[in-house]
């Protein structure tokens, strides 16, 4: 049995002067992070007296205070709720009235976003840093209770609250340290936004291994390439969207420390991956395979030459995998089924959305909608999401496949495919492109490219050109806000 923030008291009373957190203005050690933790559950106890349980919803900058505020509320038997900077007011409104916080907290940077907020508690952060302590509660709370509930960055469509549990995360932080060779030696940069879990998770794992992580305030091409070349970083999380960033600001500089890269959050072209292992030369580059609400599914190394593109790798630790038919049957190798994990790393379930939340569990096993296959070798080969599958012309089509080939070709830099409804297609195949700096853009080269390695269903019947795509906060494309141009004759 684990729980947040248990490993950070003891490491504090250990090794007090070890740096916990390094920032571009400030380094705080375990002994000053563990003080600040406690004294913001003292002055959080006078606001909640009876804490267990207690939804606190904040929104500040990303820089240390957000850890400690959010290690004190969940290692006191709270439950953290981040608030997304990049949320629009309406957003932010619409998630505070789905979660029902007992108490907001914010920095004045972001004051007007609740000037019309008067249904919940409100208190900026540094009026609570003012406030006089109390005794802290004692509550006594279990590692199947929640400290957490994230909420997606809704590229589809509205965010749901995901819960989590102490023993999901915590159970989990050894095996992490196993299985991507962590030690608390180890300098560790996460140049993303705490609010995104796959950033968040990888902060918290970090303090509670008794290394040092090192946060930006915001991602910053140049300023990442500064802390990788100052500061002797030994291991980085990414999404392949900041690696990209990366490649073309870095102008051809390796980084010689970094021993360890892990990326997530979005599928990574093979183009790029073979991009990182030139820029990191000494590292172990993994890419894992998971989802906010399963976290690890599974796991490989960029470099095994073994494993055929697509594949998702091995199982995480104490993760088993099936991938069953619509009527519930194990699928047979080559047919696409519906990807299920059974796993004691997989939520509780979505906050105020209990349909939802039943789509997803299925008894032990539990899936988020994603599509694979068994190849004649036995791996396990990502088809894409079920929900994006595209049937055109009573034909299905997975959007994935086809992106996967369009950014194969060199004047392509990334590629969305979606569908849109077609009085005669059903679906009607388009694609949204960005094009390769330097590199020339003829569409019918693209097209032609397409023909040779797709049959003709699968190929586009649309062409959108783009100069940059839109992002969500947690690196990946959002989807929904690519739409047709409209169309004046």
């Known amino acids: 049995m684990a729980f947040i923030g248990t490993c950070i008291k003891e490491i504090a009373e250990q090794s007090p002067k070890r740096i916990a957190i390094e920032t571009r203005n400030n380094r705080i050690t375990y002994q000053e992070f563990y003080h600040s933790v406690l004294l913001l559950q003292r002055k959080l106890s006078r606001l909640l007296p009876e804490g267990k349980g207690k939804k606190i919803g904040f929104l500040l900058p990303n820089e240390p205070k957000w850890l400690e505020l959010f290690i004190a509320i969940s290692s006191s038997g709270g439950i953290a709720i981040p608030f997304d900077p990049k949320w629009s007011p309406f957003q932010l409104n619409d998630v505070i009235k789905d979660s029902q916080p007992d108490l907001v907290i914010y920095d004045d940077a972001f004051a007007d976003r609740f000037r019309n907020t008067t249904f919940v508690q409100t208190w900026t952060i540094d009026a609570l840093d003012l406030l006089f302590t109390s005794e802290q509660s004692r509550n006594l709370f279990l590692d199947q209770d929640p400290f957490y509930i994230g ?18 995360w915590a159970d989990c932080f050894s095996l992490g340290r196993q299985v991507f060779s962590l030690d608390k030696e180890d300098q560790i940069l996460c ?13 918290v794992q970090c303090l509670h291994l008794g290394a040092t992580l090192h946060l930006c305030s915001t991602f910053s091409e140049r300023e990442v390439w500064e802390v990788l070349q100052k500061k002797d970083i030994t291991v980085m999380y990414i999404v392949p969207t900041m690696f990209e960033a990366l490649n073309k600001k870095g102008d051809g500089k390796i980084s010689q420390h970094l021993k360890t890269l892990i990326s997530s959050g979005a599928k990574w072209a093979a183009a790029s991956k073979q991009s990182a292992s030139q820029v990191f030369p000494h590292a172990s580059i993994y890419e894992f395979y998971g989802a906010s609400e399963l976290s690890f599914i599974s796991f490989r190394e960029v470099n095994d030459g073994d494993l ?3 594949s998702i790798g091995q199982p995480f630790p104490q993760v088993k995998i099936l991938i069953l038919s619509d009527d519930g049957r194990l699928v047979s190798q080559g047919e696409v089924g519906n990807l299920f994990v059974s796993s004691p790393w ?14 997803v569990f299925n008894g032990k096993w539990a899936t988020v909608g994603d599509l694979a296959f068994v190849d004649e070798k036995g791996h396990i080969i990502l088809k894409g999401r079920k929900k994006s599958m595209i049937i055109s012309g009573g034909l299905n089509i997975y959007p994935e ?7 194969d070709h060199p004047a ?6 979606k569908g849109v409804e077609d009085d005669y297609w059903g679906e009607k195949v388009i694609a949204f492109v960005t094009r390769t700096e330097g590199e020339p853009l003829f569409i019918d080269d693209v097209k032609g490219h397409l023909t040779k390695l797709l049959p003709k269903y699968k190929c586009p019947k649309e062409w959108i050109e783009l100069n940059e795509f839109p992002y969500t906060s ?3 494309i959002a989807r929904k806000e690519l739409l047709m141009p409209v169309r004046r004759d």
């Open 151 to 168: 909420y997606t960055s809704g590229t589809t469509g509205q965010p749901k609250g995901f819960i989590r549990s102490h023993a999901s």
């Open 191 to 203: 140049p993303g936004p705490l609010v995104h879990s796959h950033f968040l998770y990888a902060a």
């Open 308 to 310: 055929p593109e697509g």
């Open 346 to 359: 997989v939520f509780d379930g979505y906050l105020n959305r209990p349909e939802e939340t039943a789509d």
């Open 401 to 407: 496949e086809v992106e996967q080939v369009i950014r």
């Open 412 to 417: 392509i830099d990334e590629a969305v495919v």
């Open 474 to 476: 947690s690196g990946k």
